[in-house]
């Protein structure tokens, strides 16, 4: 028998709450395999198997707290089917429907008949032969596959997670994503998979979003608040109530990223995998920025100001549980390349329940794109104890007034963003802000970024 225990998540986790067992007693499961998913005050993680066996006994339960180094479950050699017989007198039925999932079948075949066969029904007795019997068990393997097409589909947006873009687009376009095959990682839906469904990249059936709104499952129920949320709200409420907190905004011309995210392009999707987008410059821009105002990049300690020595910047990911943000540390000496590959790998976990606790710790800065889901710009909330947050605005295409090299005004098609910086007033000025976010767009709207693509 071997214990599987409450590890130690990061350095500050002291308990766990478990919120959903991934297997149940007498499941197989072997070295590495996710057993059980565990919520703490900072991310929601999956806890794996230390040695392979079968799952004995499970002594906390769903929705239970503990403390690290608890017992959460037992898992034996395989040889659980022992205690198949001592269940018969409180549940008959379990008996013969956990013999075929353990594979302990041929041991409990010949125990279960002679008991089983004069004390019950037909009935009881007809379960265990199906699964047990020999022309069924060949038969499950080659079915399998048959269904295997059918399987992902219909689990697809069930089992997996599907971001708020992507479930606005379907909805607008009409398209029930029960009905696509994911292409993403695990299977995902991805927004290219919406738009193939519909045929068309412009995805113009958004004239009928008002027939083809989905209603969503949560109207009229009622739900407790999940753990990460109550420490969401715990915190936003303190930092509103303990800081001083207001956001100043400018509106910064990215044209010249769009033309070099154009040129580069293919050749970064050749040697990242990954198409390279604003985020990356923004926080890059914003490391560099730091390093000369560090007055954004502190913390308030008691009656202190601790400066930190590096740019450790938080950003922002969307996940179905809640608003979690992981960590791109130093910051301010890596490339667009470096930054990108964080970004999309530190966000795929995030949303996969896969992120290392202290991988959410440690931030100096948080940078949250809001313009991912359309906003113009926000006044995002600083979370305690940083002083500052950078939120981003969609990149939109408007008229604008262009200056150039001889003085001459004309008015041309430009791409414009919003950079919206909320921060704490107990030790930003208004004047340390507009520096801060004059530099950044100064550096944006140069776009000299070639030499920092690291291609």
Do not use: C
Request: hydrophobic content about 45%.
């Amino acid at each position: 028998m071997s214990d599987v225990t409450l590890p130690a998540l990061g350095e500050s986790v002291t308990e766990g709450t478990v919120t959903r067992w991934l297997k149940q007693v007498g499941d197989t499961v072997a070295v590495d395999e996710p057993l059980v998913e565990v919520s703490t005050d900072k991310v929601d993680t999956e806890i794996p198997s230390p040695v392979a066996g079968v799952l004995q006994q499970i002594l906390v339960q769903e929705d239970e707290t503990v403390a690290v180094g608890a017992v959460l479950a037992v898992i034996g050699d395989g040889a659980a089917a022992p205690a198949a017989p001592a269940a018969p007198a409180a549940e008959p039925v379990a008996a013969p429907v956990a013999a075929p999932v353990v594979e302990a079948a041929p041991v409990v075949a010949p125990v279960a008949a002679p008991v089983q066969v004069p004390t019950f029904t037909t009935p009881v007795v007809a379960p265990v032969a199906a699964p047990v019997a020999a022309p069924v068990a060949p038969v499950a393997p080659v079915a399998a596959p048959v269904a295997a097409p059918a399987v992902p589909v219909a689990s697809t947006s069930d089992a997996g997670y599907v971001t708020p873009l992507v479930r606005k687009l379907a909805n607008e376009s009409g398209v029930d994503l029960h009905n696509i095959a994911g292409t993403g990682v695990g299977g995902r839906i991805r927004k290219d998979d919406v738009l193939a469904a519909v045929g068309s990249p412009a995805a113009a059936s958004a004239p009928a979003a008002a027939v083809t709104v989905e209603a969503s499952a949560l109207r009229g129920t009622t739900e407790p608040m999940s753990r990460l949320r109550k420490v969401l709200a715990e915190r936003a409420v303190a930092s509103m109530v303990s800081t001083a907190q207001l956001t100043t905004v400018v509106e910064v011309d990215v044209t010249k990223i769009a033309q070099l995210r154009s040129k580069s392009q293919a050749s970064f999707v050749a040697k990242n995998g990954i198409k390279l987008n604003f985020m990356p410059f923004f926080a890059l821009a914003t490391a560099e920025a730091l390093k000369a105002h560090p007055k954004l990049n502190a913390s308030i300690e008691g009656e202190n100001i601790v400066y930190h020595p590096t740019e450790n910047i938080s950003f922002a990911v969307d996940t179905e549980r809640g608003l979690l943000t992981p960590v791109i540390r130093d910051a301010s000496t890596l490339n667009l390349s470096d930054i990108a590959l964080q970004i999309a790998d530190k966000a795929e976990r995030t949303r996969n329940n896969q992120l290392k606790p202290d991988e959410l710790g440690g931030g100096t800065f948080t940078l949250t794109n809001t313009g991912s889901r359309g906003a113009l710009f926000d006044t995002p909330v600083v979370f305690l104890p940083q002083v500052a947050i950078l939120g981003t605005g969609v990149v939109t295409k408007r008229p604008a007034v262009v200056t150039d090299a001889d003085g001459n005004e004309s008015i041309a098609i430009r791409s414009l963003v919003y950079l919206a910086l909320s921060y704490d007033h107990r030790l930003v000025d208004g004047a340390d802000a507009s520096r801060f976010l004059v530099d950044v767009k100064k550096r944006l709207e140069d776009a000299n970024f070639g030499p920092n693509l690291g291609l």
